[in-house]
T-cell receptor
Framework: DAGITQSPRHKVTETGTPVTLRCHQT?????MYWYRQDPGHGLRLIHY???????DKGEVSDGYSVSRSKTEDFLLTLESATSSQTSVYFC????????????FGQGTRLTVV | GENVEQHPSTLSVQEGDSAVIKCTYS??????FPWYKQELGKRPQLIID?????GEKKDQRIAVTLNKTAKHFSLHITETQPEDSAVYFC????????????FGKGTHLIIQP
């Protein structure tokens, strides 16, 4: 398995609080992605990064922000968590652009109560 | 943006029989089509992929076919085994300079003994 670690693996938080999820890779891959997975929706892209400090929005970016200050770390922040953001969040990495194979982290299960 | 439709949502086959999962995509600029397998509580894992300049690709019991004109691609699993039971996702690269993958909603494959 590719060296991708997500933390925390599980989190319960209250509505209105900020939450930060971390993705750490040891593969030195340039591209990193955050997806969310919900029943009946498959995986949907939230944000992605194509280099240090270079990020862009995905399909479902509202309410989320990201930062990448080092190649190995990609942070996802929920600025003010809502119940609709209860989901499983997956980080993915790829060596080249999105039209090359992507490897996923173990996922973070986030519950907003 | 890209839209990927996947059918069926659930597929039950007898052990030893073949299984076929079909996907269509909307963006003619998409050029990369991976398939992921996800077991319950685990991360999605790439099982096979195909590029738009290839019509078919095989890897042991798994094959993928691509029809660029019709914008559809299919996953074929032959001689199904109990360990093939999982949720399978198709995906397409985002065209037009955007990055990341657009996923179908998944097919729950059940292998009946």
């Amino acid at each position: 398995d590719a060296g991708i670690t997500q933390s925390p693996r599980h989190k319960v938080t209250e509505t209105g609080t900020p939450v930060t999820l971390r993705c750490h890779q040891t593969e030195n891959h340039r591209y990193m992605y955050w997806y969310r997975q919900d029943p009946g929706h498959g995986l949907r892209l939230i944000h992605y990064s194509y280099g240090v400090k270079d990020t862009d929005k995905g399909e479902v970016s509202d309410g989320y922000s990201v930062s990448r200050s080092k190649t190995e770390d990609f942070l996802l922040t929920l600025e003010s968590a809502t119940s609709s953001q209860t989901s499983v969040y997956f980080c993915a990495i790829s060596e080249y652009r999105g039209d090359t194979e992507a490897f996923f982290g173990q996922g973070t299960r986030l519950t907003v109560v | 943006g890209e839209n990927v439709e996947q059918h069926p949502s659930t597929l039950s086959v007898q052990e030893g029989d073949s299984a076929v999962i079909k996907c269509t995509y909307s963006d003619s600029a998409s050029n990369y089509f991976p398939w992921y397998k996800q077991e319950l509580g685990k991360r999605p894992q790439l099982i096979i992929d195909i590029r738009s300049n290839v019509g078919e690709k095989k890897d042991q019991r798994i094959a993928v076919t691509l029809n660029k004109t019709a914008k559809h691609f299919s996953l074929h699993i032959t001689e199904t085994q109990p360990e093939d039971s999982a949720v399978y996702f198709c995906a397409a690269s985002m065209g037009g300079g955007a990055d990341g993958l657009t996923f179908g909603k998944g097919t729950h494959l059940i292998i009946q003994p």
